[in-house]
């Protein structure tokens, strides 16, 4: 059961933590009889795979409570751009959710650099960044009263996962492959710390273009290194290219990865070329097909088979959750409409129970991420088993 941009040159903005709108004013995107929520997504380009689904759950939810109603008497108008996960369609993207849709929130927006680059301008005109998808540590630090994220950070998801594994296995020697982009950086960051925290040695960090598909080199200069365990901060092409080529290379090593690893593809690759992968991340993706019939989860997975035509990815979940935060804080904001109360009212969730079983989350003043834990996971059998439920970061 639930339980529940005109484009314009991008300048950097205060981060401080004023009030975003005083009483009284109008919303903008807020009607007598509408909310107006926006997203800019990949729908069709590289992360394809992550966007389409993100955004499926998140319509999957705001459709249903328009069918109940909608809240407070006002419908949800979601409106998503594709951006092909190129930062110049992001900023039209943007631009135009700004100043031709007007939108109320902004919710699951894709990628860490289009984010970074693009909440000043949000900001600029009192519209929250909510839950984006990435898990950038700047999506809530520094504190800001319109940034909330949903994931634990890129950096801590390497190093709960780099703990465990140490704790666990006798290693000591360490490397790092990730690409070369803003969301590789902070995979680094988070090697580092780990890497001075648990006092390993680092013997090899190496960088790559998303559009390297040959890493025999690579590989090679792992083993030649005397790595014992490789971390990885890679998208989802490459994350079964590098671990495959370790693998043919006879390196036996454990190589982990982090939340973007965490999709089906890579654990069913073929000829189990990913076997054995680890990953910590934040969020979890049932057995649907195990679920009591009848029961929520069944249902759900049914209602979306049934919309979509395709199977619900691990982002169908983050982005259906996710927009169950936003209802629940537009439903406790009440009739009388504003930002600020919108704000509020996510600081106030306590606890949120995840409906499909994954880590709980929680806010508050002074805590704008969301999750509470990782969960670890391994390839077993061309699927994502639970290695542990509930590691710290």
């Avoid at 909440?119 to 009263?145: C, I, N, R, W």
């Avoid at 492959?177 to 190496?206: F, K, P, T, W």
């Avoid at 979940?317 to 509020?344: H, N």
Wanted: contains cysteine.
């Amino acid at each position: 059961m639930r339980k529940l941009i005109l484009l314009l040159p991008l300048f950097s903005f205060g981060c401080g933590g004023e009030s975003v709108e005083t009483a009284g004013d109008a919303p903008r995107g807020v009607t007598d009889d509408t909310i107006v929520i926006g997203s800019h997504n990949d729908l069709s380009g590289v992360l394809a795979i992550w966007g389409v689904p993100s955004s499926n759950g998140q319509r999957m939810r705001f459709d249903d409570v328009n069918s109940a109603g909608g809240i407070h008497g006002r419908t949800i108008e979601f409106i998503v751009e594709d951006t092909q996960y190129q930062m110049p369609m992001a900023v039209k993207a943007t631009n135009k959710l700004l100043n031709v849709d007007d939108i109320f929130l902004m919710v699951g927006a894709m990628g860490t650099p289009m984010n970074i680059a693009l909440m000043p301008k949000m900001f600029e005109v009192d519209v929250p960044s909510l839950f984006p998808l990435t898990g950038a540590v700047q999506m809530y630090e520094p504190l800001h009263p319109m940034k909330f994220s949903y994931f634990v950070s890129y950096r801590d998801q390497v190093r709960g996962g780099m703990r465990y594994m140490v704790e666990k296995q006798n290693i000591n020697k360490v490397c790092l492959q990730a690409i070369a982009n803003d969301y590789g950086e902070e995979n680094l960051h988070g090697y580092e710390q780990a890497v001075e925290e648990l006092g390993l040695e680092s013997v090899y960090v190496g960088r790559h273009k998303n559009t390297e598909t040959d890493f025999v080199g690579t590989i090679t200069a792992i083993k030649n290194s005397g790595c014992e365990m490789l971390v990885l901060g890679p998208l989802v092409k490459d994350t079964i290219l590098i671990y495959a080529a370790a693998r043919d290379a006879g390196w036996n090593a454990p190589i982990i990865s982090n939340m973007v690893s965490y999709v089906a593809e890579v654990a069913s690759a073929a000829n189990g070329s990913t076997e054995g992968l680890y990953t910590a991340s934040s969020f979890y993706v049932p057995d649907f097909k195990a679920a009591e019939p009848g029961s929520w989860l069944a249902n759900w997975y049914e209602e979306y088979v049934s919309r979509f035509g395709e199977e619900p990815a691990p982002q169908s979940i983050v982005g259906y959750t996710s927009a169950d935060l936003v209802v629940r804080a537009l439903e406790a904001a009440g009739r009388d409409l504003t930002v600020e109360k919108v704000l509020a009212a996510l600081e106030s969730i306590d606890y949120y129970e995840d409906p499909f079983g994954g880590p709980s989350m929680s806010f508050s003043a002074t805590k704008h991420q969301g999750g509470d834990y990782l969960r670890f996971y391994q390839v077993r059998d061309g699927k994502w088993e639970i290695v542990e439920s509930t590691i710290p970061y």
